[in-house]
């Protein structure tokens, strides 16, 4: 199988051959037709987490047909269209796994960062974390369901029934939140660089009702901020925009450093807060409730051997919508 492999970070992808592998025990194995990118893929590639396996494939918003099934697989079958999300394991036995919170557990495995992933024509996953597909769904729109919305949406859960939600960072993620915020009934202001005109301009379109620099507050206080941006001079400007009892979640796995700031804009009763992975359960709940809003991403394609080009692209922030590796598409 064709797979852009990364040898060591801070390294571009290497398109290579490798051995098409094969699936074990709960296991299958996915013959891929597209797969999102993600910020996280490029802290990945940039060094910004510690320990991936190397050499590694990542991607981890990977839509695939089942091709295989290996031993003692009972819930999917040859045919079936799949995604599979970045957790890709849990242990089931700790006291994370066994009190609803997976996405903590302390042996879970990744996808795209201890598991191989999605940037190549094939890959096994374990059946248990794969998620069907929504009908209606093409390829490409479903992979950024798979992390931009299914951990958007954990985060816009745990800001609680704020009605007034700031989204700073107008990517993936946001452009698939603010559409279930405003499903939800929310109000939605949307934080980007100051002068991105383009971003601003997309999220208005998508329903935010203002737009404007992240670095300013808002017309109005919010009730609670999502951090998508990877910056961490966000968070003091967030806690400055967010009324008295609000929250701010930090969704991203990589942050630069927080400034120091002062107690005064924590205080009043604001949260601040880190979203980490996701649960089955969130997987399950959203994949449910997008083609009920419906939520519609817009996405950016690119052939598999581009990958380096389209990191670059979201590396710049030039992606409206999401960027997805277009591997080998489904005929609809
Ligand atoms: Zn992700
Ligand atoms: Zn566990």
């Known amino acids: 199988m064709r797979a852009m492999v990364l040898d060591a970070p801070r390294t571009p992808l290497q398109l290579r051959d490798l051995a098409t592998p094969q699936p ?32 590694l494939v990542i991607g981890h918003q990977v839509v695939g047909t089942v091709t295989q099934c290996g031993e003692g697989v009972e819930r999917l079958r040859d045919g079936d269209r799949v995604g599979v999300p970045w957790l890709g394991w849990t242990c089931g036995e700790c006291r994370y796994c066994t009190s609803g919170r997976e996405n903590l557990c302390e042996r879970a495995r990744f ?64 452009h698939i939140v603010v559409q279930v915020a405003r499903h939800q009934g929310r109000r939605v202001f949307a934080f980007t660089r100051d002068g991105d005109a383009a971003s601003q ?3 208005m379109s998508l329903g935010a009702e203002w737009a404007g620099d992240a670095m300013q507050p808002g017309p109005e206080p919010l009730d609670a901020a999502i951090i998508f ?31 120091a700031f002062p107690y005064e804009i924590l205080w009043g009763e604001r949260v601040l807060r880190s979203v980490a992975n996701l649960t089955r359960r969130d ?28 990191l670059d692209t979201l590396r710049r922030g030039d992606v409206q919508g999401a960027a997805v590796l277009a591997v080998d598409l489904a005929v609809a």
Not at 115 to 138: K, L, M, Q
Not at 145 to 168: N, P, T
Not at 289 to 305: G, M
């Open 229 to 259: 941006a990877p910056a961490g001079e966000l968070v003091p400007a967030a806690l400055r925009a967010t009324a008295a009892g609000g929250t701010v979640v930090c969704a991203g796995i990589h942050m630069s450093d927080i400034p």
């Open 111 to 174: 996808t795209g960062y201890d598991i191989d992933g999605g940037y190549a024509e094939n890959a096994v996953a374990d059946e248990r974390f794969c998620f069907p597909i929504p009908a209606g769904y093409p390829d490409l729109q479903a992979a950024p369901l798979l992390c931009a919305g299914l951990i958007g949406y954990r985060s816009l859960r745990m800001a609680g029934d704020a009605e007034r939600l700031g989204l700073y960072g107008f990517g993936a993620s946001a």
């Open 24 to 55: 074990r025990r709960g296991q299958v194995l996915l013959r891929i037709h597209a797969c999102g990118l993600c910020r996280t893929d490029l802290h990945v590639v940039d060094g910004e987490l510690a320990h991936p396996k190397l050499p």
């Open 283 to 310: 997987g399950e709940e959203f994949l449910a409730l997008a083609p009920r809003i419906p939520v519609r991403t817009e996405v950016r394609p690119f052939p598999l051997d581009d990958a380096n080009a389209a």
């Open 201 to 203: 301009r997309f999220a």
